[in-house]
């Protein structure tokens, strides 16, 4: 397997120019988690999808924000209009995330992580 | 909220010196645990995890981490590092009704040759 796949693997943009990072998770998950990590907040949770459909998004910072998953093999993250306070990694992570049947089930998963898209904007 | 504290942000060792990375959380009911790693430039992978059963883990690269329930924590220890052990360490809580993991801010973990 190839492995969750981001692209592009480096952006650099000047600010408000929309930028579009793409992600395409592992086969037969069902599962899509889009973080942010900066060296000042950590890793950060920006949403996430499960079967293709937004359950979280509490994390995404503003209205420039936004992300979208048309089908299970593919997800995108936009910035529109960039600035350069969003600079940073941008990490797509897929798992396998069965469907909920109650508290007394913990089911352990792990999410994998796609290399990372450094975004710089000047 | 459920929130997951790592205590020591930066760490610095020596060769063969013993590793012991402090990852608390609040919660009171049923979790499953995390370590991950990220190498200098690479991205986030699993280092050992915790969901049941016997709660000393044992990892990959000779890492280990152990559940005190009572302490609500899952410190990650190593009994002797080594210079590719540098790196950032999370440590990551999925707990209850949360289908999300709820991550600590990392550890920056340097060790001198």
């Known amino acids: 397997d190839a492995g969750v796949i981001q692209s592009p693997r480096h952006e650099v943009t000047e600010m408000g120019q929309e930028v579009t990072l793409r992600c395409k998770p592992i086969?037969?998950?069902?599962?899509l988690f889009w973080y942010r990590q900066t060296m000042m907040r950590g890793l950060e949770l920006l949403i996430y999808f499960n079967n293709n459909v937004p359950i979280d998004d509490s994390g995404m910072p503003e209205d420039r924000f936004s992300a979208k998953m048309p089908n299970a093999s593919f997800s995108t993250l936009k910035i529109q209009p960039s600035e350069p306070r969003d600079s940073a990694v941008y990490f797509c992570?897929?798992?396998?995330?069965?469907?909920?049947?109650?508290?007394?089930?913990?089911?352990?998963?792990?999410?994998?992580f796609g290399p990372g898209t450094r975004l710089t904007v000047t | 909220a459920q929130s997951v504290s790592q205590h020591n942000h930066h760490v610095i060792l020596s060769e063969a010196a013993s590793l012991e990375l402090g990852c608390n959380y609040s919660?009171?009911?049923?979790?499953?645990l995390f370590w991950y790693v990220q190498y200098p430039g690479q991205h986030l992978q699993l280092l050992l995890k915790y969901f049941s059963g016997d709660p000393l883990v044992k990892g990959i690269k000779g890492f280990e981490a152990e559940f005190i329930k009572s302490k609500f924590s899952f410190n990650l220890r190593k009994p002797s590092v080594q210079w590719s052990d540098t790196a950032e360490y999370f440590c990551?809580?999925?707990?209850?009704?949360?289908?999300?993991?709820?991550w600590g801010l990392g550890t920056s973990l340097a060790v001198n040759p």
């Open positions: 086969s037969g998950h069902n599962s």
């Open positions: 992570a897929s798992t396998y995330l069965p469907a909920y049947r109650g508290e007394d089930l913990m089911l352990s998963y792990e999410q994998y």
């Open positions: 990551a809580v999925n707990a209850g009704n949360n289908r999300k993991l709820i």
């Open positions: 919660y009171g009911g049923t979790v499953n």
